[in-house]
């Protein structure tokens, strides 16, 4: 059953775009519900990609030309970690996502994805593997999954655990273009990867309850469908329910409630433009059996990390996702009530291209920023300032 979209494109975003954050003497920002700042946190990265943190206060981030680097009492230690595969850097591909397992005290586990190059010769995938992290290295890498899909770039590669023993792992459309019978799409075919959120067990076999188990040709570890590039994933912990953005062409960019065995319309359905023409390459915005967004940015803002705030430091942040933008500089904050989108704020405009979000052990949300050139970029956290505070 198709979830109707009640609101236009235009009619969404009045009603839930709200004030940006304003600067205030001292380097305060002011937003609806906190003020804060921006710290730096570690310097010299080169396109980081992801950052997860160790017990004990260590951050592991990646670097897209393949480098899993370690930052230790607020400094960034100039040997990268050992034992890291090879990837594939070029065009969008590189080194991706790092994530812990769930109980990674105990057993060491970390997922890592990456543009692989393939055996057969024919380009790259996105691959994801899982190694022990032990004394500042990466032993036992093991290959858990490999995405059959070939394209130039949109490799994917975020990664959720739900807690229940599973992992999601998104894919992008690998940049096949949309053209003559987009209902043929890749993104659209369940026998391959391409434009698809697959979920995993966390040893890399494919759950029984899965949507297309037992549906051959469709493969089993496809969780949803028709999707053009899934750049933030996060599992509301109150909820349970996985919310996804993608990224849209020219506009359109995308947040859903990721159901299983759903279609999410890529490229049929959407409300982007061609990125030469400007004209409509979709065959509509709605689709009897495809799913809208919850809501969607016009103009786009190059979407990327998603995270559910639950810490103690931003209290009036509490439950709120927040949504990273890349080409738009941002960092935005979503107001939930269940399923539905009541309100949309951008609390930090200009920061730079934000590639991931994550929310410390300390409470403090930090941001990844990289440079399209690969100039070294921060890593940054925000720090809340107490209301009417400059300094």
Known sequence: MVRPLVRSAAVVLGLAATASAQSAPGGVLRTALHDFRVVPVAAGLVQPW???????GDLLITERPGRLRIVRSGKLLPTPVAGVPEVAYENQGGLLEIALHPNFASNRFVYLTYAKRKADGTGNTT???????????????????????????????????????????????????????????????????????????????????????????????????????????????????????????????????????????????????????????????????????????????GISGAMFYTGDRFPQWKGQLFIAGMAGEQLGRVTLAGEKVLARETILPGVGRIRDIRQGPDGYIYLATEDRDGKPTPVVRLEPVERGATR
């Open 50 to 56: 992801s950052i997860a943190f160790l017990p004990g």
């Open 127 to 301: 691959a994801l593997v899982r190694a022990k992290f032990e004394k500042d290295a990466l032993t036992g890498v093991t290959q858990l999954f490999e995405s059959v899909s070939t394209g130039r770039g949109h490799f994917g590669g975020k990664i959720a655990f739900d807690g229940k023993g599973h992992l999601f792992l998104t894919l992008g459309d690998r940049q096949v273009p949309p053209e003559g019978n987009l209902e043929a799409h890749p993104a659209q075919d369940l026998t391959n990867h391409h434009g698809k959120v697959v979920r995993l067990n966390e040893d890399g076999t494919v759950p029984a309850d899965n949507p297309f188990v037992g549906k051959a040709p469709a493969k089993p570890e496809i969780w949803s469908y028709g999707h053009r590039n899934v750049q933030g994933i996060a599992i509301d912990p109150a909820t349970g329910n996985v919310w996804t953005n993608e990224h849209g062409p020219q506009g359109g960019d995308e947040l859903n409630l990721d159901r299983p065995g759903k279609n999410y319309g890529w490229p049929v359905i959407g409300f982007g433009v061609n990125y030469t023409t400007g004209k409509a390459i979709h065959a509509g915005t709605h689709r009897e059996g495809m799913e809208q967004p919850l809501h969607i940015w016009l103009p786009s803002i």
